[in-house]
């Protein structure tokens, strides 16, 4: 990110597509992941965005959550078209479960 920091001219920048919101300051330059509002791979499965406020020198970085009906959506899911394992990845937030093996069942 240092490397993207000098090259860059703005004091904020927004990207997202790795699905994981985070904010990290380099070299004065305020990197800001959005997150995912739909398919999370940070563990909390419910939908996110971010609010950005300028205010002065420094941004106001907010990470806001909002809760669905993830047994309704989850149920649509395995209705429709969509691998049944979209309404999995959702359950989990898009973190695997472990897989058991046969001696962790007995």
């Not at 090259?7 to 994981?20: E, P, R």
């Not at 985070?22 to 800001?32: K, L, N, P, T, Y």
């Not at 419910?46 to 009906?69: C, K």
């Not at 395995?78 to 959702?90: H, I, K, T, V």
Request: one cysteine or more.
């Amino acid at each position: 990110m240092a490397e993207h920091a000098g090259a860059q001219k703005g004091d904020v920048i927004c990207f997202g597509h790795t699905h994981k919101p985070w904010h990290r300051e380099v070299e004065g330059i305020h990197f800001v992941n959005t997150g995912s509002v739909g398919r999370p791979k940070d563990g909390d499965w419910r939908a996110g965005y971010v609010i950005l406020e300028m205010s002065g020198d420094q941004p106001r970085v907010e990470f806001v959550r909002v809760e669905y009906d993830l047994q309704q959506v989850m149920e649509a899911i395995r209705q429709s078209e969509l691998p049944d394992d979209f309404a999995e990845y959702l359950a989990t937030g898009g973190i695997p479960r472990p897989v058991e093996s046969a001696a962790d069942a007995e």
